[in-house]
T-cell receptor, first 113, second 115 residues
Framework: GDSVTQMEGPVTLSEEAFLTINCTYT??????LFWYVQYPGEGLQLLLK?????DKGSNKGFEATYRKETTSFHLEKGSVQVSDSAVYFC????????????FGAGTTVTVRA | DAGVIQSPRHEVTEMGQEVTLRCKPI?????LFWYRQTMMRGLELLIY????????DSGMPEDRFSAKMPNASFSTLKIQPSEPRDSAVYFC?????????????FGEGSRLTVL
Protein backbone atom coordinates (compact mmCIF):
# COMPACT_ATOMS: atom_id res chain seq x y z
CA GLY A 1 0.00 0.00 0.00
CA ASP A 2 0.87 3.67 -0.13
CA SER A 3 3.27 4.87 2.54
CA VAL A 4 5.72 7.62 3.42
CA THR A 5 8.97 7.42 5.32
CA GLN A 6 10.46 10.51 6.83
CA MET A 7 13.66 11.08 8.74
CA GLU A 8 13.48 10.51 12.43
CA GLY A 9 14.03 13.31 14.83
CA PRO A 10 14.32 15.10 16.94
CA VAL A 11 16.21 17.78 15.08
CA THR A 12 17.72 20.69 17.00
CA LEU A 13 19.05 23.72 15.16
CA SER A 14 20.27 27.20 15.85
CA GLU A 15 18.40 30.17 14.48
CA GLU A 16 19.26 30.97 10.83
CA ALA A 17 20.51 27.44 10.20
CA PHE A 18 19.50 25.43 7.13
CA LEU A 19 16.84 22.79 7.66
CA THR A 20 16.25 19.65 5.61
CA ILE A 21 13.77 16.93 6.49
CA ASN A 22 13.88 13.93 4.19
CA CYS A 23 10.73 12.22 2.98
CA THR A 24 10.42 9.33 0.58
CA TYR A 25 7.27 7.60 -0.55
CA THR A 26 5.94 4.38 -1.97
CA UNK A 27 2.88 4.57 -4.17
CA UNK A 28 1.49 3.50 -7.49
CA UNK A 29 0.87 6.09 -10.14
CA UNK A 30 1.17 9.77 -9.37
CA UNK A 31 0.15 10.61 -5.81
CA UNK A 32 -0.23 14.09 -4.36
CA LEU A 33 2.33 14.98 -1.71
CA PHE A 34 2.01 17.25 1.30
CA TRP A 35 3.86 18.67 4.25
CA TYR A 36 1.81 19.40 7.34
CA VAL A 37 3.05 21.25 10.42
CA GLN A 38 1.85 20.88 13.99
CA TYR A 39 2.71 23.64 16.45
CA PRO A 40 2.60 22.82 20.16
CA GLY A 41 -0.93 22.25 21.43
CA GLU A 42 -2.50 22.64 18.00
CA GLY A 43 -3.82 20.49 15.20
CA LEU A 44 -2.01 19.87 11.96
CA GLN A 45 -2.14 22.50 9.26
CA LEU A 46 -1.11 22.30 5.65
CA LEU A 47 2.29 23.84 5.00
CA LEU A 48 2.69 23.09 1.30
CA LYS A 49 1.75 20.60 -1.36
CA UNK A 50 2.65 19.33 -4.84
CA UNK A 51 0.37 17.38 -7.10
CA UNK A 52 2.60 16.27 -9.95
CA UNK A 53 6.20 15.43 -10.71
CA UNK A 54 8.67 18.33 -10.66
CA ASP A 55 6.14 20.61 -8.94
CA LYS A 56 7.62 22.73 -6.17
CA GLY A 57 5.47 23.59 -3.20
CA SER A 58 6.46 26.61 -1.14
CA ASN A 59 5.14 28.54 1.83
CA LYS A 60 6.60 30.60 4.70
CA GLY A 61 10.11 30.13 3.34
CA PHE A 62 9.76 26.35 3.17
CA GLU A 63 10.10 24.48 -0.12
CA ALA A 64 9.73 20.90 -1.31
CA THR A 65 10.05 19.48 -4.82
CA TYR A 66 8.16 16.41 -6.01
CA ARG A 67 10.87 14.11 -7.41
CA LYS A 68 9.36 11.07 -9.05
CA GLU A 69 12.71 9.63 -10.10
CA THR A 70 13.81 9.40 -6.48
CA THR A 71 10.27 9.14 -5.00
CA SER A 72 11.12 11.96 -2.65
CA PHE A 73 9.61 15.18 -1.32
CA HIS A 74 12.24 16.64 0.98
CA LEU A 75 11.38 19.75 2.99
CA GLU A 76 13.90 22.59 3.13
CA LYS A 77 14.22 26.03 4.63
CA GLY A 78 17.25 28.19 4.22
CA SER A 79 17.12 30.10 7.49
CA VAL A 80 14.99 28.83 10.34
CA GLN A 81 13.50 30.89 13.13
CA VAL A 82 12.52 29.96 16.67
CA SER A 83 8.89 30.14 15.54
CA ASP A 84 9.54 27.22 13.16
CA SER A 85 9.82 24.87 16.14
CA ALA A 86 7.12 22.29 15.50
CA VAL A 87 6.45 18.74 14.35
CA TYR A 88 6.53 18.29 10.58
CA PHE A 89 4.61 15.51 8.82
CA CYS A 90 5.08 14.32 5.28
CA UNK A 91 1.87 12.93 3.77
CA UNK A 92 0.67 11.28 0.61
CA UNK A 93 -2.71 11.04 -1.07
CA UNK A 94 -2.86 8.28 -3.63
CA UNK A 95 -3.70 8.71 -7.24
CA UNK A 96 -7.25 8.54 -8.61
CA UNK A 97 -8.63 10.77 -5.87
CA UNK A 98 -8.08 8.33 -3.05
CA UNK A 99 -9.57 9.79 0.10
CA UNK A 100 -6.86 8.62 2.47
CA UNK A 101 -3.88 10.66 3.55
CA UNK A 102 -0.97 8.47 4.62
CA PHE A 103 1.18 10.33 7.14
CA GLY A 104 4.80 9.83 8.05
CA ALA A 105 5.81 9.47 11.69
CA GLY A 106 6.57 13.16 12.09
CA THR A 107 9.84 14.96 12.75
CA THR A 108 10.17 17.21 15.78
CA VAL A 109 12.20 20.32 15.05
CA THR A 110 13.47 22.62 17.78
CA VAL A 111 15.11 25.90 16.85
CA ARG A 112 17.19 27.60 19.53
CA ALA A 113 17.86 31.33 19.65
CA ASP B 1 -14.72 31.46 8.96
CA ALA B 2 -14.59 29.07 11.90
CA GLY B 3 -12.33 26.08 11.59
CA VAL B 4 -13.01 22.53 12.72
CA ILE B 5 -14.28 22.68 16.27
CA GLN B 6 -13.67 19.87 18.71
CA SER B 7 -14.81 19.37 22.28
CA PRO B 8 -13.76 18.77 24.91
CA ARG B 9 -10.15 19.93 24.54
CA HIS B 10 -9.12 17.87 27.52
CA GLU B 11 -10.79 14.90 29.15
CA VAL B 12 -9.59 12.93 32.14
CA THR B 13 -11.62 9.90 33.07
CA GLU B 14 -11.33 6.61 34.86
CA MET B 15 -11.06 3.24 33.24
CA GLY B 16 -14.44 1.82 32.37
CA GLN B 17 -16.16 5.13 31.87
CA GLU B 18 -17.79 6.19 28.63
CA VAL B 19 -16.10 8.96 26.68
CA THR B 20 -17.74 11.02 23.94
CA LEU B 21 -15.71 13.33 21.74
CA ARG B 22 -17.45 15.84 19.51
CA CYS B 23 -16.62 17.50 16.23
CA LYS B 24 -18.15 20.24 14.11
CA PRO B 25 -16.59 20.28 10.63
CA ILE B 26 -16.16 23.34 8.51
CA UNK B 27 -19.41 24.35 6.84
CA UNK B 28 -19.58 23.03 3.30
CA UNK B 29 -17.06 20.25 3.85
CA UNK B 30 -18.56 16.86 3.08
CA UNK B 31 -15.68 14.60 4.14
CA LEU B 32 -14.85 14.05 7.79
CA PHE B 33 -12.04 12.07 9.37
CA TRP B 34 -11.21 10.98 12.91
CA TYR B 35 -7.52 10.44 13.70
CA ARG B 36 -5.74 9.30 16.83
CA GLN B 37 -2.24 10.51 17.69
CA THR B 38 0.08 8.77 20.11
CA MET B 39 3.83 8.81 20.59
CA MET B 40 4.08 5.11 19.82
CA ARG B 41 1.89 4.92 16.73
CA GLY B 42 1.89 8.46 15.37
CA LEU B 43 -1.22 9.50 13.44
CA GLU B 44 -3.75 6.75 12.80
CA LEU B 45 -6.88 7.13 10.72
CA LEU B 46 -9.80 5.71 12.69
CA ILE B 47 -12.78 6.37 10.44
CA TYR B 48 -13.76 8.36 7.36
CA UNK B 49 -17.22 9.74 6.53
CA UNK B 50 -18.36 11.08 3.17
CA UNK B 51 -21.69 12.89 3.01
CA UNK B 52 -22.43 11.68 6.57
CA UNK B 53 -21.98 8.03 5.60
CA UNK B 54 -19.14 5.96 7.11
CA UNK B 55 -17.00 4.81 4.21
CA UNK B 56 -14.04 3.23 5.94
CA ASP B 57 -13.94 2.25 9.61
CA SER B 58 -11.12 -0.25 9.28
CA GLY B 59 -8.96 1.84 11.58
CA MET B 60 -11.35 1.65 14.51
CA PRO B 61 -9.34 -0.42 16.96
CA GLU B 62 -12.10 -2.37 18.70
CA ASP B 63 -15.81 -2.64 19.20
CA ARG B 64 -15.41 -0.32 22.15
CA PHE B 65 -15.02 2.48 19.62
CA SER B 66 -17.95 3.83 17.64
CA ALA B 67 -18.49 6.94 15.54
CA LYS B 68 -21.57 8.64 14.18
CA MET B 69 -22.36 11.54 11.91
CA PRO B 70 -26.06 12.28 12.23
CA ASN B 71 -25.85 15.37 10.04
CA ALA B 72 -23.38 17.39 8.01
CA SER B 73 -22.39 19.61 10.91
CA PHE B 74 -21.77 17.15 13.73
CA SER B 75 -19.91 13.96 14.48
CA THR B 76 -19.13 12.00 17.63
CA LEU B 77 -16.52 9.44 18.55
CA LYS B 78 -17.47 7.30 21.51
CA ILE B 79 -15.36 4.93 23.57
CA GLN B 80 -17.21 2.59 25.89
CA PRO B 81 -15.74 1.32 28.12
CA SER B 82 -12.54 3.34 28.07
CA GLU B 83 -9.15 1.84 28.91
CA PRO B 84 -5.79 3.44 29.81
CA ARG B 85 -4.37 2.48 26.41
CA ASP B 86 -6.96 4.73 24.78
CA SER B 87 -5.11 7.74 26.14
CA ALA B 88 -4.18 9.86 23.13
CA VAL B 89 -5.00 13.03 21.27
CA TYR B 90 -7.98 12.56 18.98
CA PHE B 91 -8.24 14.81 15.97
CA CYS B 92 -11.17 15.51 13.74
CA UNK B 93 -10.48 16.81 10.24
CA UNK B 94 -12.65 17.83 7.31
CA UNK B 95 -12.38 18.79 3.67
CA UNK B 96 -14.33 18.95 0.46
CA UNK B 97 -14.30 15.64 -1.34
CA UNK B 98 -13.81 16.99 -4.82
CA UNK B 99 -10.53 17.73 -6.50
CA UNK B 100 -7.27 15.88 -6.63
CA UNK B 101 -5.65 17.41 -3.60
CA UNK B 102 -8.22 18.90 -1.27
CA UNK B 103 -6.60 20.34 1.81
CA UNK B 104 -7.43 18.59 5.05
CA UNK B 105 -8.33 20.95 7.90
CA PHE B 106 -7.71 19.70 11.42
CA GLY B 107 -9.29 20.68 14.69
CA GLU B 108 -7.15 21.42 17.72
CA GLY B 109 -7.71 17.94 19.10
CA SER B 110 -9.17 16.37 22.21
CA ARG B 111 -6.56 15.11 24.65
CA LEU B 112 -7.91 12.05 26.44
CA THR B 113 -6.36 10.61 29.57
CA VAL B 114 -7.80 7.39 30.94
CA LEU B 115 -6.60 6.58 34.45
Amino acid sequence: GDSVTQMEGPVTLSEEAFLTINCTYTATGYPSLFWYVQYPGEGLQLLLKATKADDKGSNKGFEATYRKETTSFHLEKGSVQVSDSAVYFCALRGALGDYKLSFGAGTTVTVRA
Amino acid sequence: DAGVIQSPRHEVTEMGQEVTLRCKPISGHNSLFWYRQTMMRGLELLIYFNNNVPIDDSGMPEDRFSAKMPNASFSTLKIQPSEPRDSAVYFCASRTSGGAAGELFFGEGSRLTVL
